[in-house]
């Protein structure tokens, strides 16, 4: 049996939510972008670590407290994010491998070492619960960065 169109179209549109099933899925930090291979030669020094930087972004209209919250590389290298570290909504807020004053906008993990790999790697937030939050993962040589959103 044939439904009149009209009678089907109404049956259809009950299927389909009002939101698209994608847009629960946005993380409410979200890895925005990893830059793996810092800016000329690795020769580690504290300007060359520093070129070397993930972005997060929060996605809510909520300040979220970082606090206890942490990003890891593949291999498990870890930056646990400091006490009253707030993020505004919609705000980004850089973590760089080196040394430095961390502050709203940019933290030093402060490190001597690279740790996000040049040829491939996975970047992985957790909250304070070490619930996985987001991650970005990459494997090419050919470009710097990675955009993840
Ligand atoms: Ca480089
Ligand atoms: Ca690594």
Redesign the pocket.
């Known amino acids: 049996m044939r439904l009149p169109l009209v009678a089907a179209s109404a049956a259809l549109a009950m299927l389909v939510p009002a939101v698209p099933a994608h847009a629960a899925a946005v993380p409410a930090i979200l890895i925005t972008k990893v830059y793996y291979?810092?800016?000329?030669?690795?020769l580690r020094s504290n300007a060359s670590l520093n070129g070397e930087y993930v972005t997060i972004k929060n996605t809510t209209r909520k300040t979220i407290d970082l606090a206890g919250w942490s990003l890891r590389d593949k291999t498990g290298y870890q930056y646990t994010f400091g006490d009253d570290q707030l993020l505004a909504p919609g705000g980004k807020l850089t973590v760089r491998t080196g040394q430095g004053r961390s502050g709203t906008s940019t933290v030093y993990w402060g490190r001597r070492a690279y740790v996000w790999n040049n040829d491939a790697d996975v970047a992985s937030i957790r909250n304070r619960s070490a619930k996985l939050v987001d991650s970005c993962s990459y494997d090419s040589t050919r470009v710097d960065y990675k955009n993840c959103e």
């Open positions: 291979d810092s800016p000329g030669s690795d």
